[in-house]
C-alpha cells in the first residue's frame, strides 16, 4: 500500500445518503421560500458544511434561515435514515481489506458527529470505526473546500499529509485535499467525472478502490 492513512469521506462514499439528504434539503428550501431543485441541491450544497446552506440562501436573498433549521432538517434526516440508508456497494469489503492488511484508515466528513454516527450505526458501519477514527467539520473552524478537516485528521491519527489519501465524491472535498498536499481519488457513483478533475484518480465502483490504492 502506498499511503499510511485512508482518509474517508462519509456521505456518498461510505453511506448512500447524498439522494436522501439533498432531497430532504431541496424540499425543505424550497417550502421556507427558497425554490430549490434537488439538482440544485448537489451542485450547491453536496459535500459542504451546513454553514454553507445559510451563507448561500443568505447571500442570494438577504435573508436568514430560521434558528432551528438545522435542527428541523437532521430530525428529516435521521429519520429518512431510519427507514432507507445503505451502506455504498462494497464499501464494507473494502473496509475489511483494510483492516486485514493492517492499513489504517478514518472518516473526516463535512456532516456532523451525530450524522456521522447514525449514519454508521443504521448500516452496519460502525463496526469499522472506533471514537478516534470519525473527524467532522464541526471539529474545525472551517469545512470543505478549505483543507482544515483534513489535515486535522491527519494530525489526529499521526500521520504526515503526503502520506494519506482521500476518497471523495464531490468537487468541495477535491478541493479540500488538494489544498491539504493529499493525494484524492474521486468516486464517480452520483458525480460526473469532470467535475472531480482535480483528483488523482477516478473510479466508480468501490471494487477498484482497492487497486488504486496499491
Given amino acids: ?3 499510511d492513512l485512508v482518509i474517508f469521506d462519509n456521505d456518498g462514499v461510505l453511506v448512500d445518503s447524498e439522494p436522501i439528504s439533498n432531497r430532504l434539503l431541496a424540499g425543505y428550501l424550497t ?12 451542485r450547491d450544497y453536496m459535500g459542504a458544511a451546513m454553514h454553507r446552506v445559510h451563507d448561500l440562501i443568505e447571500e442570494r436573498t438577504g435573508r436568514g434561515l430560521p434558528e432551528d433549521f438545522d435542527d428541523v432538517f437532521h430530525a428529516r434526516v435521521f429519520a429518512a435514515f431510519e427507514r432507507e440508508l445503505k451502506p455504498v456497494a462494497g464499501v464494507g469489503e473494502v473496509l475489511e481489506k483494510l483492516a486485514a492488511d493492517g492499513v489504517r484508515y478514518c472518516v473526516a466528513s463535512s ?29 474545525v473552524g472551517r469545512g470543505k473546500p478549505a483543507p482544515d478537516l483534513f ?7 499521526g500521520v504526515a499529509a503526503e502520506r494519506c489519501v ?12 488538494v489544498a491539504a498536499g493529499m493525494d484524492v481519488y474521486g468516486f464517480t457513483a452520483m458525480t460526473a ?20 490504492l496499491r
Avoid: N
Fill in 1 to 3: 500500500m502506498r499511503y
Fill in 31 to 42: 417550502e421556507l421560500g427558497h425554490p430549490t431543485s434537488y439538482d440544485d441541491s448537489l
Fill in 111 to 139: 456532516g456532523s458527529h451525530e450524522r456521522i454516527r447514525v449514519g454508521h450505526r443504521t448500516t452496519g458501519l460502525d463496526r469499522w470505526f472506533d471514537e478516534g477514527q470519525i473527524f467532522s467539520s464541526q471539529d
Fill in 151 to 157: 489535515l486535522y485528521a491527519a494530525e489526529r491519527m
Fill in 166 to 177: 482521500v476518497v471523495e465524491d464531490s468537487p468541495l472535498g477535491v478541493q479540500a485535499a
Fill in 193 to 212: 467525472a469532470h467535475k472531480l478533475a482535480g483528483a488523482d484518480g477516478l473510479f466508480g465502483d468501490m471494487g477498484e478502490l482497492l487497486e488504486l
